[in-house]
């Protein structure tokens, strides 16, 4: 039998509002590209890693996208650094509807609720414990976040795997809007669970392909001598990232960075951190930073706090001007920088005391920060293009060699809207402009999703283009009647880019409501290869499928003899390539569920249908 068990939770003092508008929109990820093609972690050395002992403590801070396997028996979830809204300490784990790779859950409905991502701790012997030895087992967990907010169908859950074999659910909690980081405490008294074996396991029942679902977990503590009230650890963390090293950019190219320096960096980079314990504490911190081409010393700071109980601070670090001669004017430059902080406290977690930071200075303007928490859409007038502009500024005169952008997935896939890249130097209506002055576009071009380039896609321009020394935009068209709305963006929405983001539906450009980030990056100085495309030429020849749904075999109704085909998954992942015979394929090797089918006939390859395999 289980004990009855009290469960206290705790509510921090935080709220968050995000807007929404009718001709821009934010959405939530189909696909996590950080993991799309990471392999797991879990080793084969870790399957035999020895038992758990008390005190256990995680706050998942680490550089890695998997939990560490000394730790954890799976590797659902994802470590990051982004996705969760004032965490406890840096670093949390995030569930969503997404698996290990990255990638939607398969399911036939996509209304259906099914248990999504877990993590399972790996074995702890608790067999020479009682219950007067009072072992809690306490966390932090958080409702969506940087994210999409899970619905109250949806729920997040923790099970305790019992003596006698099989899960037993200890705690629950709805879905909801975003709240702050909440503590709870459970009592692993029962001696169905004090024995060589036991194990706890977090779990996200999810809806699939309506958001991301998602739920942050941070600061998992299991230790003896505890109680209700024992909701404090002697420790003091960073609880995010440093600020950026840039005041605007998060990365240009050095050649335009050293004409005006002074202007382009922040006066300082700020931090905070978190008191998590009862009594006073004084903290010394600082940093210490070097450009690893040169291994040129920029600078150090060091410094002292002292913290009030429970509290958190905001801490500033005096930025370095030092700047390095590089080998050349498109050379890659980085920045690393230490940030460390020091109690003097010898039992307390080390590992959220320090933080090792880059900033890159390389051959692309950014105002993200590489990682997409969320998509950015417009909703298109039907007989309009619709038009994004991003507006960007330069200390020199350079050239444009083409653009990188990191698209979000789309459930159908995005693959067939077609797509320009225009560059401006004004925008009707901006700053003044009277009319759009236009410098360049590029044409005919379609979202590609590969792990390429930081999971970007680079679209090399037909012939550079040469820019002055000041403000230009560039963006992409979307054109009108083409079946191309609604094209995914990815997102970052922990950095502030939005006031450069201008968007034009309705014939008129207007500046951004949301304040995220838009990751499209100009590539600029020396040639760029371009990540390759696929022919995209589209056969304007009608075609069906039958039978549809199918069982076994897929008759494909057309004219004309069907070449090649490939299917792919909602998400665009290529399934099949192969020839097609006879127009007939066989499906029998499919799973049940959604698909997207698109043919080639006389050399064109047509737009992608939906089938559904039973």
């Known amino acids: 039998m289980i004990l009855t068990k009290k469960i206290l939770v705790f509510f921090p003092l935080f709220l968050f509002f995000f807007g929404a508008n009718a001709q821009e929109n934010l959405a939530p990820l189909r696909l996590n590209r950080a993991l799309e093609n990471v392999k797991t972690q879990?080793?084969?050395?870790?399957?035999?890693?020895?038992?758990?002992?008390?005190?256990?403590?995680?706050?998942?801070?680490?550089?890695?996208?998997?939990?560490?396997?000394?730790?954890?028996?799976?590797?659902?979830?994802?470590?990051?650094?982004?996705?969760?809204?004032?965490?406890?300490?840096?670093?949390?784990?995030?569930f969503d509807a997404l698996n290990k790779y990255g990638r939607p859950y398969d399911t036939l409905d996509r209304y259906d609720l099914l248990y999504a991502d877990s993590l399972t701790s790996r074995q702890f012997d608790l067999s020479t414990y009682t219950a007067q030895d009072s072992i809690y087992l306490s966390f932090f967990y958080q409702p969506q976040g940087n994210g999409f907010f899970p619905e109250v169908s949806d729920s997040f859950q923790l099970y305790f795997h019992q003596k006698q074999g099989g899960w037993a659910l200890q705690w629950s909690v709805p879905g909801s809007e975003v709240l702050p980081f909440q503590q709870v405490m459970i009592p692993v008294t029962d001696s169905n669970y004090l024995y060589s074996g036991f194990e706890f396991r977090f779990v996200n029942k999810a809806s699939i392909n309506t958001n991301d679902d998602v739920w942050n977990l941070d600061y998992i503590r299991l230790d003896v001598n505890r109680n209700i009230n024992d909701t404090a650890i002697r420790d003091i963390a960073f609880t995010t990232p440093p600020s950026n090293y840039l005041n605007d950019y998060t990365s240009m190219p050095y050649r335009q960075y050293l004409p005006n320096a002074a202007a382009e960096t922040a006066t300082n980079m700020t931090d905070s951190i978190w008191n998590h314990y009862s009594t006073n504490g004084t903290v010394n911190f600082g940093y210490n930073a070097v450009e690893t081409t040169t291994s040129t010393t920029l600078g150090a700071s060091r410094s002292t706090i002292n913290f009030s109980p429970f509290s958190t601070n905001q801490i500033s670090f005096p930025n370095f001007k030092t700047t390095v001669s590089p080998p050349s004017s498109t050379a890659k430059i980085v920045y690393n920088t230490t940030y460390f902080l020091s109690s003097g406290n010898p039992t307390e977690p080390k590992d959220n005391d320090t933080i090792v930071n880059e900033q890159i200075f390389d051959n692309y303007l950014a105002y993200d920060d590489g990682t997409a928490e969320k998509s950015y859409f417009l909703n298109l007038s039907p007989s309009l293009p619709g038009k994004i502009a991003i507006e960007y500024r330069l200390n020199a005169p350079d050239t444009l060699r083409g653009m990188a952008i990191y698209f979000g997935q789309q459930v159908p896939t995005a693959y067939s809207k077609i797509f320009s890249i225009g560059v401006y130097s004004a925008l009707a209506g901006i700053s003044g402009a009277n009319a759009d002055v236009q410098l360049f576009q590029q044409d005919e071009l379609y979202p590609l999703y590969t792990d390429e380039v930081n999971h970007f896609t680079f679209y090399k321009f037909d012939s550079p283009v040469f820019l002055p020394k000041g403000v230009f935009y560039m963006g992409t068209i979307q054109p009108a009647n083409s079946g191309s709305d609604s094209l995914y963006i990815g997102a970052d929405v922990n950095r502030i880019g939005g006031n450069h983001v201008y968007y034009n539906v309705l014939n008129s450009w207007q500046g951004s409501l949301y304040s995220a980030a838009l990751m499209m990056r100009p590539l600029l100085g020396g040639p760029i290869s371009g990540t390759a495309v696929p022919d995209q030429v589209f056969s304007p020849v009608s075609w069906s499928l039958s039978p549809n749904p199918v069982t076994d075999i897929l008759d494909i109704k057309s004219k004309y003899p069907v070449q090649e085909f490939i299917v792919s998954d909602m998400t665009g992942r290529k399934i099949a390539r192969a020839e097609c015979y006879n127009n007939r394929i066989s499906t029998s090797s499919l799973s049940p569920g959604f698909y997207l089918i698109k043919i080639r006939q006389n050399g064109y390859w047509s737009g992608f249908q939906k089938f559904i395999k039973q």
């Open 42 to 94: 879990q080793s084969k050395s870790a399957q035999k890693v020895t038992a758990l002992g008390l005190p256990f403590f995680e706050d998942f801070t680490n550089y890695s996208l998997y939990p560490d396997n000394t730790r954890w028996a799976d590797s659902n979830v994802y470590i990051n650094n982004t996705m969760g809204q004032s965490p406890i300490s840096r670093g949390v784990a995030t």
